[in-house]
Each structure stands twice: as structure tokens, then as C-alpha cells.
């Protein structure tokens, strides 16, 4: 048995929802040498799946993403990648996502925790889940962000755009101003119920306030924080 393994009985839905983690190469190399066939492995009954290691989504790409197609029923994904962690020397801004385009077509509700990552990366995976309804980014940017290319189109091109129809949590230290003309150019629009900003500079008013409005009609929840850049991060957590 897989060490931390948890198999849950699909007949209960809330045990279901106890995530699958993937932390390290390690925890990767150890579920797909015991499961090497992804059909036939417990993943089905995950309904939550956690990446926290640059070198796992790695691994999907050069895979294929093999071991992902077992966790075709995750509603919700959080991609945590920290700040201070020894693996940011390869910059995670040439992290390719693509393995993870739609692997389970029924997420709801996505959490991207980034240091270095373009806009367009993130809008190309959110793209590809059209039952997408919650929205949770934190990005620390950098460098990655001045390379993004402002002509940018979607490489993922799904049946219909998401829903987003129910919270959108953001925190971002760099880039709002790219993050928001993704978000605002996004198929069908955005429709969010809830919106929680965390925002660090006076020039990103106007954009937050953008965001309110196009969400005027169905914005039932507004929490704005405004926070001194240089001060500690929260550990922000994804919709419920």
C-alpha cells in the first residue's frame, strides 16, 4: 500500500473530498511505480488533488500525463508552488501546464499559488475546465511577467468557456494589471458572486474597481484588503 494512501468509499461524498497530495518527486515516483496503470488505481474516488512540487507537473509533461488521467473526478486542484523552496531554481515560469488541460473535466474550483508564471499560462488552464466556478490565484511575480506576450490567445480551446460563477480570491504582489485584462477577455465573461482582493499598490485601484463592475449584476460578497508590499504572506486558502 502507498504510504498516506487514503481509499475512500464513493458512497460517501465528504470522505471523499480528503485530498490527494503530491508534495515531492518522491511521493510522484512511489504512486506510479505501485498504480503504473493510471485506470486502475483508487484515483477515480479523489475529488480534491494537491500539487506542491515544481518537479511533479514536470513529471506530467514528460509523461504525457499519464498518472493524471486517474483523477478524472477532481473537482477542486490547488497548485502550490511557495516562494522559499529549494526547487525555485528552476524557474517555474518554464513549467509547461499542458498535461494538465482538462484531466478532469468536472473541476470546479481552481487554487494557483505561483511565484514566477505567466498570465497566459494560467489562462490557458483555466480555460480548459468549462465547469470552472471558483477562482483562487496568488502570484509573487517577477521577471516572467514582462515577458508575457500582450497578443496572447488560448492554445486550450474547450467546448465552452467556464462558468465562473461563484468566488474569485486574488493575491497578487505583481502583474494584476495582466491578470485582470486576462480575466476581463475571458469567453462569455465573468460572472462571480464573490470576490476577495488582497492588493499591495494605489495604481491597481482602478482595476479592482473594473472588476466590480463587470460583476456589478451578480456580486453578492466584496472583501478588499490593502497590504504594505515587504509584508508577510497569509497562507491563503482555496474556495470551499
Known amino acids: 500500500m502507498l504510504p498516506g494512501l487514503q481509499i475512500v468509499d464513493p458512497a460517501h461524498p465528504k470522505a471523499s473530498f480528503c485530498p490527494y497530495q503530491f508534495h515531492h518527486e518522491e511521493k510522484l515516483r512511489s504512486w506510479k511505480k505501485t498504480f503504473p496503470d ?32 486517474g483523477f478524472s473526478h477532481v473537482v477542486r486542484l490547488e497548485v502550490k508552488l511557495p516562494v522559499h523552496h529549494h526547487e525555485l531554481p528552476m524557474s517555474t515560469s518554464t513549467i509547461p501546464l499542458v498535461a494538465f488541460h482538462g484531466f478532469s473535466p468536472v473541476i470546479k474550483s481552481l487554487y494557483l499559488m505561483f511565484t514566477l508564471l505567466p498570465p497566459s499560462h494560467i489562462f490557458d488552464l ?24 500582450p497578443g496572447w490567445l488560448p492554445t486550450a480551446r474547450p467546448s465552452s468557456p467556464p462558468i465562473l460563477t461563484g468566488t474569485l480570491a486574488l493575491f497578487l504582489m505583481k502583474g494584476t494589471e495582466l491578470v485582470t485584462r486576462r480575466l476581463l477577455s475571458l469567453p462569455g465573461g465573468i460572472h462571480f458572486r464573490k470576490l476577495t482582493w488582497t492588493w499591495f499598490h494605489e495604481e491597481d485601484l ?16 466584496l472583501s478588499v484588503t ?13 474556495p470551499q
Open 38 to 69: 493510471p485506470s486502475a488505481s483508487p484515483a477515480c474516488y479523489t475529488k480534491a488533488l494537491i500539487i506542491g512540487s515544481s518537479y511533479v507537473l514536470r513529471g506530467a509533461d514528460a509523461d504525457g500525463g499519464g498518472w493524471l488521467r
Open 126 to 149: 483555466i480555460l480548459s475546465f468549462p465547469l470552472l466556478e471558483d477562482l483562487s490565484l496568488t502570484t509573487f511575480g517577477g521577471p516572467a511577467y514582462n515577458d508575457d506576450n
Open 206 to 221: 482602478p482595476l479592482i474597481m473594473g472588476l466590480v463592475e463587470v460583476c456589478s449584476d451578480t456580486l453578492e460578497s
Open 226 to 238: 490593502y497590504q504594505l508590499s515587504g509584508t508577510s504572506i497569509p497562507q491563503t486558502r482555496p
